[in-house]
């Protein structure tokens, strides 16, 4: 502690030493030749030198005990025992950062509780397309190809969503704003999805006019897409409804929704249907619903930049839009070509 101390004034003792020296250089040259009062003025320069020095050590004891001392716990930094003005200012800047440090742990911990639930839920989904297709190997008789193609599209779907979650993590890594034929990227989605609609007797129906480009990134907003696509199907129960795909215009906006002809949404559950794990009333009716896909797809929307409007009515359906902003999304797709150039 106190090598510490003497190290940090060693250019104060220095300065102290030279100061003396030069005082007593200017009485020299001015003719003053007693050297009993040049020892004596260097005498007393030194104790009063020392007598400070003393003083501020003991008043930095406290601090210099604590940064010396091994912390057993983070939460020492909140502790405030300054002396001085300098020591209370680097206190309150251990405290701004150890605030740092707890929002970065909590937003960490909140991720990995994230994965871990998402995982845990995931791999429970799965359990059943995977014992439907044990049951079908045991059965001897010949397998059906419609059923095993059902099953494999619900692992399929199941994979894609945990890498979509993976991934969101290094979103801005993984983003590609290009311009997006609307229509072709609906019309792959469908066609992808097209056992989903033939196994619940659902027909899509798809109004979007030839050449609606839209500016965004086409692997996410595929993902979206076929998230509310899912949804569509899977909570309309009767057969022989409609799936709509449409967009409209409005000045310098491009609107794009999927409206189903299902139950709808609870009016209790409309506004936490994008929370992380929240399967709701509709959840339980299925059994099926992880609470992920309209998180996702909140989630990748507010990082593309695209509002997402959800509108229902119990027992008549639900409509979930995107909103493009033609001109911010422009302008992005030029600063991200010049980036690229």
């Known amino acids: ?66 940064i010396l001392s091994v912390p057993t716990k983070i939460e020492v930094v909140l502790q405030r025992e300054a002396q001085s003005p300098e020591i209370k200012q680097v206190e309150l800047y251990l405290q701004h950062i150890y605030r740092l440090y707890q929002k970065e742990v909590q937003l ?3 991720t990995q509780n994230r994965h871990l639930q998402f995982m845990n839920s995931w791999v429970h989904q799965m359990k059943t397309p995977i014992s439907v297709l044990e049951l079908m190997i045991q059965n001897q008789e010949m397998v059906d190809s419609v059923s095993v193609s059902e099953e494999t599209d619900r692992l399929k779907r199941g994979l894609e969503a945990v890498l979509m979650n993976a991934r969101l993590d290094t979103f801005e890594e993984d983003m590609q704003i290009e311009q997006v034929d609307l229509k072709q990227i609906v019309t792959q989605v469908v066609s992808e999805n097209k056992r989903l609609f033939i196994g619940h007797h659902v027909f899509p129906v798809i109004s979007i006019g030839d050449n609606c480009m839209i500016t965004t990134d086409r692997k996410w907003i595929h993902f979206v897409i076929a998230q509310f696509l899912t949804n569509a199907v899977k909570y309309t129960f009767e057969k022989n409804k409609k799936v709509y795909f449409e967009s409209t215009k409005k000045d310098n906006e491009i609107v794009f929704s999927v409206r189903d002809e299902g139950i709808g949404i609870p009016a209790s559950d409309i506004k936490r249907v994008t929370k992380a794990f929240f399967t709701g009333e509709n959840g339980r009716k299925t059994g099926e619903s992880t609470g992920m896909g309209l998180y996702l797809a909140q989630e990748i929307c507010n990082r593309l930049g695209h509002e997402m409007i959800i509108s229902t009515k119990v027992g008549e359906g639900t409509t979930v839009s995107i909103m493009f902003k033609q001109q911010e ?13």
């Open 329 to 341: 999304q422009e302008e992005r797709s030029e600063n991200h070509v010049d980036i690229n150039a």
């Open 1 to 66: 502690m106190f090598r510490l101390f003497i190290r940090e004034h060693s250019i104060f003792l220095i300065f102290q030493f030279l100061l003396v020296l030069f005082i007593m250089l200017l009485y020299w040259l001015d003719g003053f030749r007693n050297v009993d009062t040049a020892i004596y003025s260097i005498v007393i320069s030194s104790i009063l030198t020392i007598s400070f020095l003393g003083a501020l050590f003991v008043k930095k004891y406290t601090f210099y005990k604590k």
């Open 108 to 110: 960490l911990y909140a």
